[in-house]
């Protein structure tokens, strides 16, 4: 073969073994048995067919096309088969790969050298004692090699990356001087000059490592993406963990006064308080139905027009029927009824009126919690509102929740009260206690 020819061929094989790599990885299946760590034996069986039907049918191709040798990467796909798979996968897959070598082309050396060669490559994953060295294998050699000094030179020991480079060499080796002595029984790409030698064996390792490289890729993409949702679920947590400390303690104190001068009412407001609690326990939850928000809403309500007195606080609700079944973020409505009595009404000689508001309007849910009292001197974006720890926490949790989808703005001038107004965008459906409210928003946004 001339050496411009071998030297083409090499290139292509390195495009070959990207693009089959590339085509795989963007399988959602593939992915979720490439980066398990503990497969059953069926996701190992899935997960070899898989990867190697591609090379399996890249050696139907350089039996069926003439001269066209690049499509041929049986050596690199069984050492990459086995050592993402193990030695079951390895032997497998090197049988896929050799059948149509060994019965369509009568290469019956294919056979025993690729078995050996996936028990060889799938033993090498079990002796590795981290797979994160799998992962990061790179044709750089002399890389590894010296942080393998640095890091072994008081007590040598051996590298599993190095072990890895030098089985790949030693297979390729093996493979060469069997077709050399069998040109008939095994397929192998070789010349008599020594750079093009060099050449088809950097091409070997790099065939080998391409794929793990273009895998690893979207290993660490995933990683990263179950971090982000991981970190902004426990940032919603967090936020909803301050409204509940801020709620009971102010509960707690309308019981504690009411145990003074009325045993009965107080016994009634416990009830109502266990009900609250067993609420609040309920953190798995992250969407509610609005009814249900409202609910646990008059729950709490009867306690503070027990601590305000009738006379002082009035509860009118506006609420669209067809906005009841609406799903909205667990512990939505209750921090911004407590911020309007806190900094509404309590200041306030003769009390006042909250106000709550639903409708759907121009695709969106719209939530209003008014009320009558001094006002917060504020209008605007209520993330910039200086004024009242609820409605910090809430505006919070819904950037938390729904990014960019939902606003929550103040209307507030003093003396004349306050209007807190949400628009969030309508969730479908959901599964209580199964579904995490990062991945019901991200639904939403959809």
């Known amino acids: 073969m001339e050496p411009r020819i071998i030297l083409i061929t090499q290139l292509i094989k390195l495009g070959a073994a990207a693009a089959i790599a590339a085509a795989l990885v ?10 398990k760590e503990d497969r059953s034996l069926i996701e190992t069986v899935q997960l070899t067919l898989m990867i190697a039907t591609p090379f ?8 069926w096309v003439p001269n066209f040798f690049a499509a041929d990467l049986s050596l690199e796909g069984i050492l990459v088969i086995g050592v993402m798979g193990g030695r079951f996968a390895g032997l497998l897959g090197a049988l896929m790969i050799a059948v149509p070598a060994a019965f369509g082309h009568g290469e019956w050396l294919a056979l025993p050298f690729d078995l050996a060669v996936g028990l060889a490559a799938g033993t090498l994953r079990l002796v590795a004692a981290n797979h994160e060295d799998i ?14 000094i640095r890091r072994n030179l008081p007590r040598p020991r051996v590298d599993w990356q190095i072990s890895f480079f030098c089985i790949i060499l030693a297979m390729r080796i093996i493979q060469e001087l069997l077709s050399r002595a069998f040109p008939r029984e095994l397929f192998a790409i070789w010349n008599e000059r020594w750079p093009l030698e060099a050449a088809a064996y950097f091409t070997t390792v ?21 971090q982000q949702r991981m970190l902004l679920q426990a940032r919603m947590e967090a936020l909803q963990s301050q409204i ?3 709620f009971l303690f102010n509960t707690l104190n309308t019981v504690s006064s009411l145990v003074r001068f009325d045993p009965d009412m107080a016994r009634d407001i416990i009830v109502k308080l266990a009900s609250i609690l ?3 326990l309920r953190t798995h939850e992250s969407f509610v139905r609005l009814r249900e928000e409202v609910e646990f809403i008059d729950d709490y309500l009867d306690i503070e027009v027990v601590r305000f007195g009738r006379d002082k606080l009035l509860v009118v609700k506006e609420l669209d029927p067809e906005t009841l079944e609406a799903v909205v973020p667990s512990m939505l409505l209750q921090p911004l009824v ?10 306030k000689v003769d009390g006042g009126r909250i106000t709550l508001r639903s409708r759907m309007e121009d695709g969106l849910l719209v939530i209003e919690v008014a009320d009558d009292g001094v006002g917060l001197g504020y209008e605007g974006p209520a993330e910039n509102s200086s004024t009242g720890i609820g409605l910090a926490n809430v505006a919070g949790r819904l950037k938390v929740l729904y990014g960019d989808s939902a606003r929550m703005t103040v209307s507030s001038r003093d003396v004349e009260g306050t209007v807190v107004r949400l628009r969030l965008p309508i969730v479908e459906s959901f599964e209580p206690g199964n579904e995490t409210a990062v991945a019901a928003a991200q639904r939403t946004t959809r």
């Not at 399996?56 to 039996?63: D, F, I, K």
């Not at 294998?137 to 393998?148: A, G, K, N, R, T």
Request: positive net charge.
């Open 26 to 35: 963007r399988s959602k299946e593939f992915k979720s048995r490439l980066l």
């Open 56 to 63: 399996a049918l890249g050696v139907v191709t350089r039996l």
């Open 135 to 148: 992962w990061s294998f790179s044709p750089f050699i002399d890389l590894s090699i010296y942080q393998w």
């Open 206 to 226: 790099a065939c080998v490592a391409i794929p793990l490289k273009i895998w690893n890729s979207a290993r660490m993409e995933l990683k990263l993406a179950e």
């Open 244 to 246: 509940n400390p801020h």
């Open 278 to 280: 067993r609420r609040l």
């Open 338 to 347: 407590e911020n309007s009595i806190k900094h509404g009404l309590s200041p």
